[in-house]
């Protein structure tokens, strides 16, 4: 297939999914560039791709002009390949979970989703975060997106279904990381940029974790993150 | 002092620092918001204050319209508050050295100096990496900037003076970093986003270390960085 039309009433469609409604009401979301179309390919949950590669081939291939790529981007200089997904989301719990309450930044929810996948969590809980499918969390994950089960819950409710899960939360002063010996099933529970989990939250988990660090400095989150599930990789 | 026009000279020349090349003539750079200016003034290199808040008082503060700060100003609703001040480098290195070489992303580049306070990192040298006083970088630093000691130099002219150092490199396939026992003082050396440390780098170094991954994964340079600089850090 070829477009060549702005105004074609498939260009129209699937330019909404820049708005998170639309995101919602498909189930379908956009990625831009050669490394998420083929991230999303290994994984086989493409519905269209619009390109004006030619060497890009398959079913689902649509070839558009650059005015069309162009409108299709959410970046001024795109790839010259956008890639429209299906979302995965609810797979089974595995070990590890990371539970993300109010993170507002999508670099650092792309960072923390690419970071989950390398020390092997599995699933992630969002509750109240920025959407994941943001075009900034997307570039940030590098791909990892198309691998982890995501859901969409409060942490509180995750809790009380997971009680075979022993939850960690993160607070300023709390059990030193490094005394740490990590439990067979985690769930790690990371809060919002500025003020970190609630106090709700962290009165139910099992313990609370702090980094130690020099002065009285803070990190950002997705670093103390990243340290964190580091330490608590299944080995 | 008050100033109520956008064309007095003072506002004109310090609206040039926006541009590497006036900050890097002049040796000064402007940070925006409260707590960039309370860090600033707890070091005490600040040249000038401009802001709208009648609340800041001192001798180097200079009230402003909202439409002179707008001017200063590098984002588009900045806090009321914007600092100019002197850049510090060139201070003696301690025992904890990161060392960058061509990292590019500004909130890359102000995360590694956030985290290099936080763990005992007392001197940045930054080769061919994005400008320090770049506002996405100044941002991210969350005032690290002001207690670091920053070097603009060669790594490899580095090394050759600073033999007392045991230099580490991080690489894909190096000694896992869970096997290291820390040197007394260490320069660790982190590379590009996508390149990672050049090879003739990597070829004087003592040892190159690896984080142990699941899968084939890789990690934000900030995050890597971070997790060898948290267990690298004097205890």
């Known amino acids: 297939m070829h477009i060549q039309s702005v105004n074609n009433p498939l260009i129209k469609d ?25 991230e999303a390919t290994k994984v086989g949950n493409v519905v269209h791709v619009f390109t004006t590669d030619e060497s ?13 790529l162009a409108k299709l981007a959410q970046t001024k200089n795109p790839q010259p390949v956008i890639t429209i997904c299906r979302k995965i989301e609810g797979a089974a719990v595995g070990h590890r979970v990371l539970l993300l309450e109010r993170v507002q930044d999508p670099g650092n929810l792309g960072t923390l989703m690419r970071s989950a996948l390398a020390f092997g969590f599995d699933t992630i809980v969002l509750d109240n975060t920025c959407d994941i499918y943001n075009d900034k969390v997307l570039r940030s994950t590098q791909g990892a997106i198309f691998r982890l089960n995501v859901l969409h819950q409060s942490i509180a409710t995750f809790m009380e279904e997971h009680s075979e899960l022993t939850f960690y939360g993160t607070a300023m002063e709390g059990t030193p990381l490094d005394d740490i010996d990590p439990a067979l099933r985690i769930g790690l ?14 009165a139910k988990t099992t313990l609370n974790l702090t980094i130690s660090m020099h002065h009285t400095e803070s990190l950002n989150v997705a670093v103390a993150g990243s340290i964190i599930m580091h330490h608590l990789a299944l080995k």
């Open 56 to 68: 890009i081939r398959g079913d689902n291939v649509v070839t558009v002009t650059p005015q069309v």
């Open 189 to 202: 529970i990371l809060g919002n940029e500025g003020s970190g989990v609630s106090s709700e939250v962290l």
């Open 14 to 38: 699937m330019t909404k999914l820049h708005q998170k409604k639309h995101r919602d009401a498909t189930g379908l979301f956009l990625v831009e560039g050669y490394h998420l179309h083929e």
